[in-house]
Every structure is written in C-alpha cells, then in structure tokens.
C-alpha cells in the first residue's frame, strides 16, 4: 500500500500534540528537523489503532503466548471441558461452551484457529473467567494486531515534499 503523504500531511497538521515539532518549507530551516520528524512520527503512530489480520495460530504459540504455567494450563483446561460429557437433554446454554471448546481444541491442534477473524475474536471473551482471564484474552488477541507505523521519513515527505 502506497502512503498518502497529503494525507499524513493533514493528519499532522490536524494533531496538537504535533504542532511543536512541525518543520515546513515555509518556516525558517532548522537544524533539528530529523529529530522533530521523529518526533511526530512517534506521536503519530501511538495515535493510530492496531490493525487487525488473519493470523492462524496453534497451541504451541497459544501456551507460549500465555506463558508457563498458564498456557499449559488453559490448553489443559480447554481440553477437559471439550471432553465434558452432557446430558442428552442440555439446552444450548450448557451445549455452547463445550462446542466452543471442541472446535477451538481441533483448530488449535490444527494450527487453524484464525485469532485475527472478528467471530473468534468475539467468541474469546466467552471464556472470560471460565478458562482465560481478560488480561489473556487481550494477549492472545494481540497475536492478530499489528501497530500502523509512520516513519521519520514518511513525515518528512508529508510536510516538505514530494508529496506524490
């Protein structure tokens, strides 16, 4: 994807935070230019939210991911609850999370389980407090983001040219 330096350039422009460090061709030169577009390029890329991709993730980097003991733990506990015997007359309440759990099971073991996928990602926060805490559902569903970064030299072109 190419950048959109008037886009930037407006995005900048349009941060407060920004403002000190902006440098254009029509203000006086100075010296410390780099160092300001720096600057923005840090301010802007924490201002950016994290992208979200496909990314197919097994239970090695799931364990991993969670750290010992409890990525053992949960893939322990994952496994347990996918093997939960029900009562031939459960409701779908009681029949979700032991589904849930068996397909998340074969698609961990598969290496298959697309943690960038927006239903899955939903899907984790059924097991909040039943076998992951909020703070690993968070991580696990890190594996999938990725930071949008703006580069010094990206702000240069933004601000002084060229913009095409």
Known sequence: MTMDYRALQTEILGNAEC?????????PKDAGYAAKDA?????????RPKVVSPH???????SLALGVPDGPL??????????????ADATDEQIAPVAIAQQVAESLGRGSLD?????????????????????Q??????????QSTVSASDVSRALRGPWE
């Open 19 to 27: 403002a000190p460090f902006v440098v254009t061709n029509e203000m």
């Open 39 to 47: 600057a923005i390029a840090e301010l802007i890329t924490a201002a």
């Open 56 to 62: 197919l993730s097994g239970s090695g980097e799931v």
């Open 74 to 87: 949960f893939m322990f506990k994952l496994k347990r609850l996918a093997e939960t015997s029900l009562p």
């Open 115 to 135: 943690l960038g996928n927006a239903d899955i990602r939903a899907g984790m926060e059924l097991f909040n407090g039943l076998l992951l805490t909020a703070e």
């Open 137 to 146: 559902i968070t991580t696990l569903k890190a594996l999938a983001e990725t």
